[in-house]
């Protein structure tokens, strides 16, 4: 099955900064999305984003499926962005996502 | 706004119990999923459904069964529990498949001693 492999795995930074966040993938897909899961162990959608670019807020998302990677982007981090973002993958004709193995992210003050 | 609603938040099994996991979501997705995320990894799928009464294996089916009467119910159900079980277990669903946005539940921690 597809391979999909996240860097860094664990990142921290001070409130401010900025980080990207890197997904690849060893197989063409249909779409990718972005989740944050926070603190507490809740899931949340960031972004769907089969290719291209997309924002909300500070942050940002880019999609290259042609040459299989994503990249998350965090401008100006805050502690509330701490927590594990995972990118997940559907591939051909199945109706299920396989995940990443996700990036921790720890936002110091 | 209730979204995806897991019950229980928590459950504590003996071995060999059982118990069924209960999801339901109030968006009218065809598309239910659940999931197991062990300790400090990653989301491996255990049963999928593209709509009501039909159903299918994902990564990591064994000793799990699931059911779809309905549209907005999903249960999962777990026989004979094993430490091996010992997760966290997320419900998601979706309009459209590969298509559009998954939304999670807020999970079930399971412990099986």
């Known amino acids: 099955g597809i391979q999909v492999e996240q860097s860094p795995p664990d990142l921290i930074l001070q409130e401010g900064a900025n980080s990207t966040l890197r997904c690849n993938f060893s197989?063409?897909?249909?779409?990718l999305q972005w989740f944050h899961q926070n603190p507490w162990g809740q899931l949340i959608n960031l972004f769907y984003?089969?290719?291209g670019t997309k924002q909300n807020g500070r942050l940002s998302a880019t999609t290259v499926a042609t040459e299989r990677y994503s990249l998350l982007y965090i401008s100006s981090s805050q502690t509330t962005d701490s927590g594990v973002y995972f990118c997940a993958v559907y591939t051909g004709t199945a109706s299920k996502l396989t995940f990443g193995t996700g990036t921790r992210l720890q936002v110091t003050l | 706004n209730a979204g995806v609603t897991q019950t229980p938040k928590f459950r504590i099994l003996k071995i060999g119990q059982s118990m069924t996991l209960q999801c339901t979501q109030d968006m009218n997705h065809n598309y239910m999923y659940w999931y197991r995320q062990d300790p400090g990894m990653g989301l491996k799928l255990i049963y999928y459904?593209?709509?009501?009464?039909?159903?299918d294996k994902g990564e990591v089916p064994n000793g799990y069964n699931v059911s779809r009467s309905t549209t907005e119910d999903f249960p999962l159900r777990l026989e004979l529990a094993a430490p091996s079980q010992t997760s966290v277990y997320f419900c998601a669903s979706s309009a459209g498949g590969a298509f559009s946005p998954l939304h999670f539940g807020n999970g079930t921690r399971l412990t099986v001693t």
């Open positions: 197989d063409s897909v249909n779409n």
């Open positions: 459904s593209v709509g009501a009464g039909i159903t």
């Open positions: 984003i089969p290719s």
